[in-house]
């Protein structure tokens, strides 16, 4: 488990406090907690991201046992988006209590504007930035549209679906038997000469082709839309 120490976290909820501070304390406990996740986060990215903190199944009138000493926290698993398990543990009367967060982390992500069929190719009018909450986004997502326009949809995909990566593969820009223009580049050497795909290929794939002067077959890398080049 990854142990985090709350340095200010639940300080009120001692024995001895006053009724109406006590309460306010114990009403607090969320929103100190969130914050201290939410920096336990900041610390383990660099980027400037739209958080916060959730406890969407413990009631809003739950409140922790009180307790005398600073309780810690320990993490059941590296922090990230989504669900996370806590375990909260005071020494000063012994108790430990285990919760679940959710840890909101919002971005704009790829999202189809049309519907899209099978194997057609995504134009930049199906596609928009939308913000989501990319914790509730277990397969996936894209943060730039140029990450999808281009790719073929690998089945029919409906308005408003957030596009990931099962759902789009690159598209082939090489067509089986089409000429291609076949490199071959060396250290102080390049030549090209004529050639014919034999299989179908995307941009930087790998694929099948024919010398035709030499009827040699070769494997190549797709450069572009009649291009390949032998390394």
């Not at 307790?67 to 989504?82: A, F, K, S, V």
């Not at 995909?157 to 291609?180: C, H, K, N």
Request: net charge negative; charged share 25%.
């Amino acid at each position: 488990m990854h142990r985090i120490f709350v340095g200010f976290f639940l300080s009120g909820l001692t024995v001895g406090a006053a009724p109406a501070e006590t309460a306010a304390n114990e009403s607090n406990w969320r929103e100190a907690l969130g914050a201290r996740i939410l920096a336990q986060w900041q610390s383990l990215t660099t980027e400037e991201q739209e958080a916060e903190v959730s406890f969407p199944s413990i009631s809003p009138q739950y409140d922790l046992p009180d307790c005398r000493e600073e309780p810690t926290i320990d993490l059941m698993r590296p922090l990230q988006p989504g669900r996370n398990g806590i375990e909260l543990r005071c020494a000063d009367p012994y108790w430990v209590q285990n919760l679940a967060l959710q840890l909101h982390i919002y971005r704009e992500v790829a999202v189809l504007q049309n519907p899209i069929k099978n194997g057609e190719i995504l134009q930049p009018e199906h596609v928009s930035l939308i913000r989501y909450d990319t914790g509730e986004l277990g397969k996936g997502f894209y943060l730039t549209l140029t990450d999808v326009v281009g790719s073929e949809a690998k089945r029919s995909l409906r308005t408003g679906t957030v596009i990931s990566p099962d759902m789009i593969e690159a598209a082939d820009i090489i067509s089986r038997g089409q000429p291609v223009t076949i490199r071959l580049k060396r250290p102080g050497i390049r030549i090209e000469m004529a050639g014919t795909a034999l299989t179908d290929g995307h941009l930087g794939e790998h694929i099948r082709v024919r010398n035709d002067r030499s009827q040699k077959i070769l494997s190549a890398e797709v450069l572009g839309a009649d291009l390949v080049q032998i390394d």
